[in-house]
């Protein structure tokens, strides 16, 4: 199961369709996840919505963590990088961190939208992300061979380790860079903190936009200007 060239090249926006569709489900069914969960209670729902805003700032430090080591030029480049093999940071632990870190984001905001819309987020992403780790992986397999088959057999693809599976290899984390790539997911998880104190859409919304000036290149640049790493 591998997506296409096209499905790759444009996983930003096949993502951001999934988010939508979820929380376009309210037009069939209005009734809020995290309500139903809560039954109906407002403190509950918020200590839930607080729950999901707290597992989106562990996305959120994960992929930034991931991307100290795969770099944001890479990590958000529309072609498949697979000229080398990165196996240190949390890919010591995991295959596919970024990845994860966007199936966390799904579960939290899945909680903010209806019960259908939470299984078209949670149960769409993970299609989406099984897919995507398809190519990748196979892409891999085919330049990377032996080393990258050695590597697979003993790192999880998608739920953590405990402790790392293979040595650290020296490489050097670049943490500014990382923190700027992943302004959107920061923004995210302050969109969830915040609804789930305030129950306020309209703020909710206003750290979304955020989030989305921030996954500019031309912010990114501003932040942390790109320099070339050994």
């Known amino acids: 199961m591998q997506a296409t060239e096209f499905e790759f090249r444009h ?6 369709a999934v988010f939508a569709a979820g929380f376009a489900a309210y037009m069939i069914d209005r009734q809020n996840t995290a309500a ?26 994960l992929r930034t963590w991931a991307s100290a080591y795969m770099r944001t030029p ?3 480049d529309q072609l498949l990088h697979v000229d080398r093999l990165v196996a240190d940071g949390p890919y010591r632990y ?10 966390a984001l799904a579960v939290c905001f899945g909680l903010m939208a209806s019960r259908v819309g939470f299984l078209v987020i949670v149960g769409g992403l993970l299609m989406v992300v099984y897919r995507l780790i398809g190519r990748e992986e196979a892409a891999l397999a085919r330049s990377q061979g032996s080393a990258y088959a050695a590597y697979r057999a003993r790192v999880p693809r998608l739920w953590p380790a405990i402790t790392p599976r293979v040595p650290a290899s020296g490489a050097r984390a670049a943490w500014g860079q990382a923190f700027a790539g992943e ?20 703020l909710f919304y206003a750290f ?8 500019l290149p031309g912010v990114r640049t501003i932040i942390a200007p790109s320099r070339s790493h050994p």
């Open 36 to 61: 139903v969960l809560a039954h109906g209670s407002r403190t509950g729902a918020q200590a839930i919505l607080g729950a999901g805003a707290v597992l989106a700032a562990a996305a959120a430090a």
């Open 11 to 16: 996983r930003f926006w096949v993502i951001f």
């Open 94 to 103: 995991l295959r596919n961190p970024l990845y994860l870190g966007t199936l």
């Open 208 to 215: 979304l936009v955020l989030g989305f000036i921030g996954y």
């Open 183 to 202: 302004l959107m997911m920061w923004a995210f998880a302050l969109a969830a903190a915040a609804f789930a104190v305030t129950l306020d859409r309209r």
């Open 74 to 76: 890479v990590v958000k």
